[in-house]
């Protein structure tokens, strides 16, 4: 986790907090990836499940959500999500349970507001409400981390 935090407005601007110059998200993210390259970090929680990833960022508490039908959403617990070299796995706070979600099984991704991150797999959806992240950073953080695994890029 980057531990600023940022303000973004209607026109796809942001800035850091406590700062008065507003930039393009797009500048964000070219200056953030220009060397091809992101850092790893250190996942903050001892799971096995994180044992053989590669960690780029973890969140504090999310809700996440499936849609046993349309166009239901049912929630699925609250709990921590992280994006590695692989994809995300969310981890359930209340009984450490996981739920692993690879490259290979999305089909799309979309965020709303910059407090909704959801995927699409083939039979469902998972939406994760991030009301303390910036969506916007974990949408090009999965988008780079994506592409540099060779799949193809997301609408």
């Known amino acids: 986790v980057c531990g600023k935090e940022w303000e973004v407005n209607l026109d796809c601007c942001m800035r850091e907090m406590g700062t008065d110059t507003w930039r393009p998200i797009k500048e964000f ?58 994809g995300l796995i969310f981890i359930n706070s209340r009984d450490n349970s996981i739920k692993i979600f690879r490259f290979e099984d999305i089909r799309g991704r979309s965020t ?4 909704f991150f959801q995927i699409v797999l083939d039979d469902n959806i998972a939406r994760f409400e991030m009301k303390q992240e910036s969506c916007y950073k974990w949408e090009l953080y999965y988008d780079f981390l994506r592409k540099k695994r060779g799949f193809r890029e997301e609408e």
């Not at 250190?42 to 039908?69: C, D, M, W």
């Open 29 to 86: 993210s070219d200056a953030m990836f220009r060397d091809e390259e992101v850092v790893p970090m250190e996942a903050g929680i001892n799971h096995a499940a994180l044992k053989r990833e590669t960690v780029y960022l973890s969140s504090k508490i999310v809700t996440r959500f499936y849609e046993p039908q349309y166009p239901r959403l049912k929630e699925a617990g609250k709990g921590r999500l992280f994006l590695t070299d692989a």
């Open 112 to 115: 709303e507001q910059n407090t």
